[in-house]
T-cell receptor, first 118, second 115 residues
Framework: AQTVTQSQPEMSVQEAETVTLSCTYDTSENNYYLFWYKQPPSRQMILVIRQEAYKQQNATENRFSVNFQKAAKSFSLKISDSQLGDTAMYFCAFRGGVSGAGSYQLTFGKGTKLSVIP | DGGITQSPKYLFRKEGQNVTLSCEQNLNHDAMYWYRQDPGQGLRLIYYSQIVNDFQKGDIAEGYSVSREKKESFPLTVTSAQKNPTAFYLC??????????????FGPGTRLTVL
């Protein structure tokens, strides 16, 4: 079974600064999909960014980018120019790429609580 | 607007009672999921369904039941057999493609409290 580990339960960053959230995972598969979800105080889960393991180029979405290290099984999220609205729980998630009944399931890490300080 | 709705937002239940949480989606997604979220635990999968009239147990299915009579609807029943039902429940849906992200879209959640 795949596991996803987020080793930082809580982090804080000054507004306008950059912060990196870490995520590691364990899998024996060669192709798979990785996601970062954001859960603000409203508790609505929002997809932030996604990455396919076959793609070597790191994904970028505006101020959000990832550092995907396939060999190290690492998938960190970098938030640049942090804003107060970035305050949220951030969850890393893994989905396997092998077809089958369970291949569409997501495995989530336990989350990192990020606080952006004015 | 397309999306996922969950109702009610807050739900209170007495011990020993069954309660049903509603989840509806108009995204035309084939797959639907139920998660439970507890503090410090992330999201844990309760049940999922990839097609009407079929569903599979997730990691923590004991004490829960589901049905999938319509593509748009995937209600979750929390039974009296669930030992610790107080939690935040999230419903999600996704398309199904063998090669593709199939990212899940989430509803706003239901907070269940057992009194």
């Amino acid at each position: 079974a795949q596991t996803v580990t987020q080793s930082q339960p809580e982090m804080s960053v000054q507004e306008a600064e950059t912060v990196t959230l870490s995520c590691t995972y364990d899998t024996s598969e060669n192709n798979y999909y990785l996601f970062w979800y954001k859960q603000p105080p409203s508790r609505q889960m929002i997809l932030v960014i996604r990455q396919e393991a076959y793609k070597q180029q790191n994904a970028t979405e505006n101020r959000f980018s990832v550092n995907f290290q396939k060999a190290a099984k690492s998938f960190s999220l970098k938030i640049s120019d942090s804003q107060l609205g970035d305050t949220a729980m951030y969850f890393c998630a893994f989905r396997g790429g092998v077809s089958g009944a369970g291949s569409y399931q997501l495995t989530f890490g336990k989350g990192t609580k990020l606080s952006v300080i004015p | 607007d397309g999306g996922i709705t969950q109702s009610p937002k807050y739900l209170f239940r007495k011990e020993g009672q069954n309660v049903t949480l509603s989840c509806e989606q108009n995204l035309n997604h084939d797959a639907m999921y139920w998660y439970r979220q507890d503090p410090g635990q992330g999201l844990r999968l309760i049940y999922y369904s990839q097609i009407v009239n079929d569903f599979q147990k997730g990691d923590i299915a004991e004490g829960y039941s589901v049905s999938r009579e319509k593509k748009e609807s995937f209600p979750l029943t929390v039974t009296s057999a669930q030992k610790n039902p107080t939690a935040f429940y999230l419903c999600a849906s996704s398309i199904l493609e063998l090669a593709g992200y199939n990212e899940q879209f989430f509803g706003p959640g239901t907070r269940l409290t057992v009194l």
